[in-house]
Protein backbone atom coordinates (compact mmCIF):
# COMPACT_ATOMS: atom_id res chain seq x y z
CA UNK A 1 0.00 0.00 0.00
CA UNK A 2 1.33 3.32 -0.94
CA UNK A 3 1.13 6.18 1.78
CA UNK A 4 -0.34 9.15 0.54
CA UNK A 5 -0.78 12.99 2.17
CA UNK A 6 -4.29 13.34 3.98
CA UNK A 7 -3.88 9.19 4.99
CA UNK A 8 -4.96 7.79 8.55
CA UNK A 9 -2.63 5.68 10.50
CA UNK A 10 -4.53 5.12 14.09
CA UNK A 11 -3.79 8.63 15.62
CA UNK A 12 -1.89 10.09 13.14
CA UNK A 13 -2.88 11.64 9.55
CA UNK A 14 0.06 12.14 6.85
CA UNK A 15 0.42 15.82 5.63
CA UNK A 16 3.45 15.66 3.61
CA UNK A 17 6.21 13.37 2.20
CA UNK A 18 9.04 15.40 3.94
CA UNK A 19 12.20 13.13 2.42
CA UNK A 20 13.78 10.04 2.74
CA UNK A 21 15.50 8.16 5.69
CA UNK A 22 18.99 6.79 5.73
CA UNK A 23 17.83 3.57 5.04
CA UNK A 24 15.94 4.35 1.96
CA UNK A 25 12.27 4.54 3.16
CA UNK A 26 9.87 7.58 2.54
CA UNK A 27 9.22 10.36 5.47
CA UNK A 28 6.40 12.08 6.24
CA UNK A 29 5.25 14.78 8.66
CA UNK A 30 2.05 13.90 10.38
CA UNK A 31 -0.34 15.06 12.45
CA UNK A 32 -1.56 13.08 15.59
CA UNK A 33 -5.22 13.31 16.95
CA UNK A 34 -3.63 15.23 20.14
CA UNK A 35 -2.68 18.15 17.58
CA UNK A 36 1.82 17.34 17.81
CA UNK A 37 3.46 17.41 15.07
CA UNK A 38 5.72 14.10 14.23
CA UNK A 39 8.22 12.45 11.45
CA UNK A 40 7.26 8.97 10.47
CA UNK A 41 8.63 6.54 7.78
CA UNK A 42 6.20 5.18 5.54
CA UNK A 43 6.88 1.58 6.44
CA UNK A 44 6.33 1.98 9.90
CA UNK A 45 3.06 3.79 9.28
CA UNK A 46 1.93 0.78 7.21
CA UNK A 47 3.01 -1.87 10.06
CA UNK A 48 0.46 0.29 12.62
CA UNK A 49 3.51 0.10 15.09
CA UNK A 50 2.87 3.62 15.78
CA UNK A 51 -0.63 4.84 16.02
CA UNK A 52 0.33 8.12 17.92
CA UNK A 53 3.14 10.85 18.02
CA UNK A 54 3.59 8.97 21.17
CA UNK A 55 0.62 10.39 23.34
CA UNK A 56 -1.07 6.90 22.95
CA UNK A 57 1.99 4.82 25.31
CA UNK A 58 0.74 6.74 27.73
CA UNK A 59 -3.02 6.72 27.21
CA UNK A 60 -2.77 3.05 27.16
CA UNK A 61 -1.18 2.45 30.56
CA UNK A 62 -3.89 5.21 31.72
CA UNK A 63 -6.91 3.59 29.99
CA UNK A 64 -6.44 0.09 30.98
CA UNK A 65 -3.24 -0.48 33.28
CA UNK A 66 -2.52 -3.83 30.89
CA UNK A 67 0.56 -2.40 29.11
CA UNK A 68 3.22 -5.10 29.04
CA UNK A 69 1.45 -7.66 30.81
CA UNK A 70 1.09 -10.89 29.16
CA UNK A 71 -2.68 -10.45 28.51
CA UNK A 72 -1.78 -7.41 26.28
CA UNK A 73 1.32 -9.09 24.35
CA UNK A 74 -0.62 -11.84 22.92
CA UNK A 75 -3.32 -9.46 21.73
CA UNK A 76 -0.84 -7.06 20.85
CA UNK A 77 1.18 -9.96 19.30
CA UNK A 78 -2.20 -11.54 17.10
CA UNK A 79 -2.86 -8.12 15.77
CA UNK A 80 0.76 -7.84 14.53
CA UNK A 81 0.98 -11.79 13.17
CA UNK A 82 -2.44 -10.69 11.33
CA UNK A 83 -2.14 -6.94 10.04
CA UNK A 84 1.44 -6.09 9.74
CA UNK A 85 3.42 -7.47 6.87
CA UNK A 86 6.74 -6.90 8.26
CA UNK A 87 5.61 -9.38 11.09
CA UNK A 88 8.06 -12.59 11.19
CA UNK A 89 4.81 -14.54 11.76
CA UNK A 90 2.35 -12.64 8.65
CA UNK A 91 3.17 -15.74 5.82
CA UNK A 92 1.38 -18.06 8.22
CA UNK A 93 -1.32 -15.54 9.66
CA UNK A 94 -2.58 -12.74 7.84
CA UNK A 95 -1.11 -13.82 4.40
CA UNK A 96 -3.41 -16.92 4.62
CA UNK A 97 -6.33 -14.28 5.76
CA UNK A 98 -6.55 -14.96 9.07
CA UNK A 99 -7.56 -11.98 11.08
CA UNK A 100 -8.46 -10.29 14.32
CA UNK A 101 -12.10 -9.49 14.72
CA UNK A 102 -12.61 -5.95 14.04
CA UNK A 103 -14.03 -5.43 17.97
CA UNK A 104 -10.89 -6.87 19.50
CA UNK A 105 -8.35 -5.22 16.59
CA UNK A 106 -9.95 -1.34 17.75
CA UNK A 107 -10.14 -2.47 21.25
CA UNK A 108 -8.02 -3.91 23.86
CA UNK A 109 -10.29 -3.51 25.96
CA UNK A 110 -13.30 -5.58 24.31
CA UNK A 111 -10.33 -8.39 24.21
CA UNK A 112 -10.42 -8.58 27.65
CA UNK A 113 -14.03 -8.14 28.46
CA UNK A 114 -14.24 -11.47 25.95
CA UNK A 115 -11.29 -13.34 27.12
CA UNK A 116 -10.33 -12.37 30.31
CA UNK A 117 -6.66 -12.16 31.89
CA UNK A 118 -4.22 -14.66 30.42
CA UNK A 119 -3.72 -17.48 32.76
CA UNK A 120 -0.01 -18.43 33.42
CA UNK A 121 1.88 -20.82 31.68
CA UNK A 122 -0.86 -20.31 28.48
CA UNK A 123 -0.75 -18.87 25.51
CA UNK A 124 -3.57 -17.44 22.76
CA UNK A 125 -5.36 -20.38 20.26
CA UNK A 126 -7.75 -19.79 17.74
CA UNK A 127 -10.29 -23.24 18.36
CA UNK A 128 -11.59 -24.94 17.54
CA UNK A 129 -11.18 -24.07 13.86
CA UNK A 130 -7.70 -23.45 14.18
CA UNK A 131 -7.66 -21.50 10.48
CA UNK A 132 -10.00 -19.46 11.65
CA UNK A 133 -9.99 -16.20 12.79
CA UNK A 134 -8.80 -14.45 16.23
CA UNK A 135 -12.58 -13.48 17.51
CA UNK A 136 -14.90 -14.18 20.12
CA UNK A 137 -15.81 -18.31 20.21
CA UNK A 138 -12.90 -19.16 18.76
CA UNK A 139 -10.21 -18.52 20.87
CA UNK A 140 -9.22 -19.97 24.26
CA UNK A 141 -5.89 -19.75 26.66
CA UNK A 142 -3.90 -22.99 26.14
CA UNK A 143 -1.54 -24.83 27.40
CA UNK A 144 1.73 -25.77 24.79
CA UNK A 145 0.29 -29.52 24.37
CA UNK A 146 -3.31 -27.85 23.78
CA UNK A 147 -1.20 -25.44 21.18
CA UNK A 148 0.77 -28.35 19.50
CA UNK A 149 -2.43 -30.53 19.34
CA UNK A 150 -4.05 -27.70 17.56
CA UNK A 151 -2.10 -27.45 14.56
CA UNK A 152 -3.06 -27.22 11.35
CA UNK A 153 -0.67 -30.24 10.45
CA UNK A 154 -2.22 -32.11 13.37
CA UNK A 155 -3.73 -35.67 13.13
CA UNK A 156 -6.59 -37.21 14.41
CA UNK A 157 -8.27 -40.27 14.53
CA UNK A 158 -11.16 -42.10 15.38
CA UNK A 159 -10.69 -43.50 18.75
CA UNK A 160 -13.20 -45.59 21.04
CA UNK A 161 -16.16 -43.59 19.57
CA UNK A 162 -14.24 -40.06 19.94
CA UNK A 163 -12.45 -37.95 18.15
CA UNK A 164 -8.50 -38.06 19.55
CA UNK A 165 -5.62 -36.43 18.21
CA UNK A 166 -3.14 -39.34 17.77
CA UNK A 167 -0.41 -38.48 20.77
CA UNK A 168 -3.29 -39.00 22.88
CA UNK A 169 -3.86 -42.17 21.11
CA UNK A 170 0.06 -42.90 21.41
CA UNK A 171 -0.38 -42.55 25.03
CA UNK A 172 -3.12 -44.77 25.56
CA UNK A 173 -1.22 -47.29 23.72
CA UNK A 174 2.28 -46.74 25.42
CA UNK A 175 3.55 -46.24 22.71
CA UNK A 176 5.29 -42.92 20.80
CA UNK A 177 4.11 -40.76 18.47
CA UNK A 178 5.91 -41.81 16.01
CA UNK A 179 5.34 -45.37 16.44
CA UNK A 180 1.95 -44.39 16.19
CA UNK A 181 1.82 -42.87 13.17
CA UNK A 182 3.77 -45.56 11.63
CA UNK A 183 0.57 -47.83 12.57
CA UNK A 184 -1.71 -45.32 11.43
CA UNK A 185 -0.05 -44.91 8.08
CA UNK A 186 0.35 -48.91 7.61
CA UNK A 187 -3.38 -48.93 8.41
CA UNK A 188 -2.43 -50.96 11.56
CA UNK A 189 -4.10 -48.70 13.78
CA UNK A 190 -7.49 -49.85 15.22
CA UNK A 191 -9.46 -48.25 17.80
CA UNK A 192 -10.22 -50.95 20.68
CA UNK A 193 -13.90 -52.21 21.18
Known sequence: MKVISGQRFGKLVTL??????????????????????CIRQSNVLRAAKVPSCGCAAGEVQIKH?????PTYDSWRGAINRCHSPTSKDFARYGARGITVCTRWRESFEAFLADM???????????????NGNYEPGNCR????????????????????????????????????????????????????N
Open 65 to 69: GFHGT
Open 116 to 130: GERPNGLTLDRYPDT
Open 141 to 192: WATDTEQARNRRVSVFVEWNGHRKHLAEVATDLGISYGAAFMRLKRGKLHAE
Open 16 to 37: SDVGRSTDKHRLWLCQCDCGDM
